[in-house]
């Protein structure tokens, strides 16, 4: 079974850089679609970018200027980064699998809160 | 971006009650358009993609319908479980867009 975890610091300071790292089992990441999608309170989503079985990645252009996604295949995880982090970007954050071949969100982790304040 | 408005933002709603929610697109999506449920714990989970091709182990009271730019989410007969959040995603285009989200609610 495909599961999905993540993992990283629960608080941030204004203008430092969110790290997280999704960690899968039960399938590899060098295939199919890894992305980041964040709920705010206030139960908006929005999806944040993925990463593909090659390593190509694509952003929601809102966030292009700070975010990175990149992959360690060899421990088949896959990782998030935002930088300048404002109290705007406190969220729960989800990683997922995008089934490329139905084109939804299939496999989602149970998410991680992450808090911005100083 | 495509904006997709979801309505009702709350639905309080009886056990066996029939529920229809409701997505609209800002402009036509090709029925691109998935329904995840969000249960109070957080944890997600994929109901309908494609508009309304059901995800393997979804009960069959769930069912997806629509096109061009209205969609909707309809469950036949409300059981406990199914009192969660309910939201819509578009993927016609990029950036990926979910509606606001949709409680449903014990009345």
């Known amino acids: 079974e495909v599961q999905l975890q993540e993992s990283g610091p629960g608080l941030v300071k204004p203008s430092q850089s969110l790290s997280l790292t999704c960690s899968v089992t039960?399938?590899?990441?060098?295939?199919?679609?890894w992305g980041w999608i964040r709920k705010f309170p206030g139960n908006k989503m929005e999806w944040m970018g993925y990463?593909?079985?090659?390593?190509?990645?694509s952003y929601n252009p809102s966030l292009k200027s700070r975010i990175s996604i990149t992959r360690d295949t060899s421990k088949n995880q896959f990782f998030l980064q935002l930088n300048s982090v404002t109290t705007e970007d406190t969220a729960t954050y989800y990683c997922?699998?995008?089934?490329?071949?139905?084109?939804?969100?299939?496999?989602w982790g149970q998410g991680v809160m992450v808090t911005v304040s100083s | 971006d495509i904006q997709m408005t979801q309505t009702p933002s709350s639905m309080p709603s009886s056990l066996g009650e029939r529920v229809t929610i409701s997505c609209r697109a800002s402009?036509?999506?090709?029925?691109?358009l998935n329904w995840y449920q969000q249960k109070p714990d957080g944890t997600i989970k994929p109901l309908i993609y494609?508009?309304?091709d059901l995800q393997s182990g979804v009960p069959s009271r769930f069912s997806g319908s629509g096109s061009g730019t209205d969609y909707s989410l309809t469950i036949s007969s409300l059981e406990p479980e199914d009192f969660a959040m309910y939201y819509c995603?578009?993927?016609?285009?990029?950036?990926?867009?979910f509606g606001a989200g949709t409680k449903l609610e014990l009345k």
């Open positions: 494609y508009t309304s």
């Open positions: 402009q036509g999506i090709s029925n691109y």
């Open positions: 997922a699998r995008y089934s490329a071949t139905r084109d939804y969100f299939d496999y």
């Open positions: 039960g399938y590899s990441i060098t295939s199919n679609y």
């Open positions: 995603q578009q993927y016609d285009s990029s950036p990926y867009t």
């Open positions: 990463i593909s079985y090659s390593g190509s990645t």
